[in-house]
């Protein structure tokens, strides 16, 4: 099984800056298809507009933190199985913790390489339940 590249990915990154790299990163992977938002707000309008297969978000944004939009998320009967994957600066294990307990598919630490951010992707669409979008067999 391989993943599919052809899903929509939702990028959630309220710096400018990391937003940029996250699309180039997922685009040199090979997504075709990535959005990018820089709020959590605009990210669940879009979520609940669009139909995406993967949701990359930071964790420490405001004024909705991105423990705040997984958990909307995981309370939303539509969105509730959609691949989550937290990026986080903090290198302690309570957030990464915390994002596990809220129920993210995966997480990944800045500064990383597209190469990590692909095993991340491939390592969430073999954990999540409902995986079919992230997967073509």
């Known amino acids: 099984m391989t993943v599919n590249l ?11 800056t990391m937003a940029k790299i996250l699309r180039n990163l997922l685009k040199l992977i090979g997504f075709m298809h990535v ?5 959590g707000a605009t990210a669940l309008r879009m979520l609940r507009a669009n139909k995406y297969g ?3 978000s930071d964790w420490n944004m405001q004024p909705m933190t991105g423990q705040m ?3 909307q998320i995981r309370a939303d009967p539509g969105l509730e199985s959609l691949p989550f994957i937290v990026v986080t600066a903090d290198t302690r294990l309570a957030p990464v913790q915390t994002a596990k307990e809220a129920g993210a598919s995966g997480y990944v630490i800045k500064p990383f390489s597209g190469e990590t951010l692909k095993q991340k992707i491939v390592a969430a669409a073999s954990n999540t339940a409902n995986s079919t979008s992230l997967l073509v067999a």
């Open 35 to 39: 959005d990018a938002v820089f709020d």
């Open 69 to 71: 939009l997984l958990e």
């Open 54 to 56: 993967l949701v990359i």
């Open 6 to 16: 052809e899903m929509r990915v939702l990028v959630v990154e309220d710096t400018r």
